[in-house]
């Protein structure tokens, strides 16, 4: 009952953000000089976060944290303040995701939803501490289906991405139950889903084995250069001590990088907003610029390293898109093969949720190359190191044995040293 619950509000709250998206990507397509206006879109933004936010500003990590620690309420204004802030960086051409906000938006509506009950329900009918950990694993769950349109993923992702190596099944009903009914409600509401081609039977062939394991180390490390060049922008940020200023820094920058590739003859259009035309282009086997992946890496590392809103996950499915079309040519393998397979690979790198991505390019591309879209991840996992998109990731099993316990503790000591940027 909790876990359809959350769908319902998670469905809802994604189907409006989905719509708004849409409105601004399309606008600002229509009117390419919003562009210009993005620092002082990003003053505004960091301004209503800093006067209002609290400790919403911490954002997905908050959500995870609270998975492990069952500490702090998460404030209901998460939702909206996450929602417009990610709307506004659309619009004015930052290159961001949209999962992060799904997040948020299905976390902070689950712990309102406990709240209310709280307040309203006998004590034995509230929820405990663990349920109050589970409903916030089906907002995760909830959000991430809704939103992608692929509730199998969602529902394993909920329970795979708050520590690495390990899945807590003991949110699987809930998690389940939310991430479908989340994508059924969106779906009822009449919103639609980006459709890409549905991969053909592919025979098991050694070589090809190889090219693909191959392939996914390579993903693997371009996810990591992803993590560390958004976590060190990040870091110099903090020398602006006015968190406003950050986006308005980060803003500028964009616009240089812009006007210099146009200067080049480089059209920046692909690499602002979400970026899902040239995902989409890549994984029908069109040529797309063989540094494709490198332009949406930086653009997007720019975009959320200097404070602006959104996720990650939209822009590394590009990333691994064009990183797969360009892999597949070098290796002389099909390039919209090879798109899909890294597609969900750069992604399951950067998030350690090798398992729910693989189930992500099965509902989102087909079944016809299951054996290689799980190793196109598990390799990409293995090879992305222990870091993370998300700083507040705990380490559940080292990937590597030469890894001991007292480099895990430094790990996870780390990760909360980072929570304070």
């Known amino acids: 009952m909790l876990g359809g619950s959350i769908g319902v509000l998670a469905g809802f709250a994604s189907a409006i953000f989905l719509v708004s998206l849409d409105w601004a990507t399309q606008t600002r397509i229509a009117n390419p000089n919003l562009l210009f206006g993005l620092p002082l879109a990003g003053f505004a933004v960091g301004w209503i976060y800093q006067r209002f936010g609290g400790i919403a500003v911490q954002g997905n990590n908050l959500v995870i944290e609270e998975v492990h620690s069952n500490q702090v309420r998460i404030p209901r204004r998460m939702a909206p303040l996450i929602l417009f802030g990610t709307v506004v960086t659309h619009l004015f051409g930052g290159s961001a995701g949209r999962e992060g906000t799904a997040l948020q938006m299905g976390a902070s509506l689950a712990d309102g939803l406990r709240q209310w009950l709280q307040q309203h329900f006998p004590i034995t009918l509230q929820p405990t501490s663990h349920e109050r950990r589970l409903m916030l694993m089906a907002g995760i769950s909830g959000g991430f289906g809704a939103v992608f349109g692929t509730p199998v993923a969602g529902a394993v992702f909920g329970m795979e991405v708050q520590t690495i190596g390990r899945i807590r099944y003991e949110g699987l009903l809930p998690c389940l139950i939310a991430a479908y009914v989340g994508d059924l409600v969106v779906r009822v509401l009449g919103v639609a889903h980006t459709h890409y081609p549905r991969l053909a039977h592919v025979e098991i062939a050694p070589l090809l084995l190889v090219k693909v394991a191959g392939a996914g180390v390579l993903c693997g490390l371009v996810s990591h250069l992803f993590i560390e060049l958004n976590h060190a922008i990040k870091h110099m940020m903090t020398r602006i001590h006015n968190p406003a200023l950050r986006p308005v820094v980060g803003g500028v920058i964009i616009i240089a990088l812009t006007l210099a590739l146009g200067g080049v003859g480089i059209s920046a259009n692909d690499?602002?907003?979400?970026?899902?035309?040239?995902?989409?282009?890549?994984?029908?086997?069109?040529?797309?610029?063989?540094?494709?992946?490198?332009?949406?890496?930086?653009?997007?590392?720019?975009?959320?390293?200097?404070?602006?809103?959104?996720?990650?996950?939209?822009?590394?499915?590009?990333?691994?898109?064009?990183l797969g079309s360009t892999?597949?040519?070098?290796?002389?393998?099909?390039?919209?093969?090879?798109?899909?397979?890294?597609?969900?690979?750069?992604?399951?790198?950067?998030?350690?949720?090798?398992?729910?991505?693989?189930?992500?390019?099965?509902?989102?591309?087909?079944?016809?190359?299951?054996?290689?879209?799980?190793?196109?991840?598990?390799?990409?996992?293995?090879?992305?190191?222990?870091?993370?998109?998300?700083?507040?990731?705990?380490?559940?099993?080292?990937?590597?044995?030469?890894?001991?316990?007292?480099?895990?503790?430094r790990l996870r000591d780390f990760s909360a040293r980072r929570k304070s940027i």
Request: hydrophobic share 55%; glycine share 14%.
């Open 327 to 409: 892999l597949g040519r070098v290796l002389n393998v099909d390039p919209a093969f090879m798109a899909m397979l890294g597609f969900v690979a750069v992604f399951a790198g950067a998030s350690n949720a090798p398992i729910a991505c693989a189930l992500m390019g099965i509902e989102l591309f087909g079944g016809g190359a299951i054996v290689y879209v799980l190793l196109i991840c598990v390799m990409a996992y293995l090879a992305s190191g222990h870091r993370s998109i998300y700083i507040t990731q705990r380490i559940g099993v080292t990937k590597s044995p030469g890894i001991d316990a007292r480099e895990n503790e």
């Open 271 to 322: 690499y602002l907003g979400l970026g899902v035309p040239l995902a989409v282009r890549s994984t029908q086997g069109q040529d797309v610029f063989i540094l494709a992946f490198l332009l949406k890496l930086i653009y997007t590392a720019l975009t959320l390293g200097t404070g602006f809103l959104g996720g990650e996950v939209t822009p590394l499915f590009v990333i691994g898109a064009t």
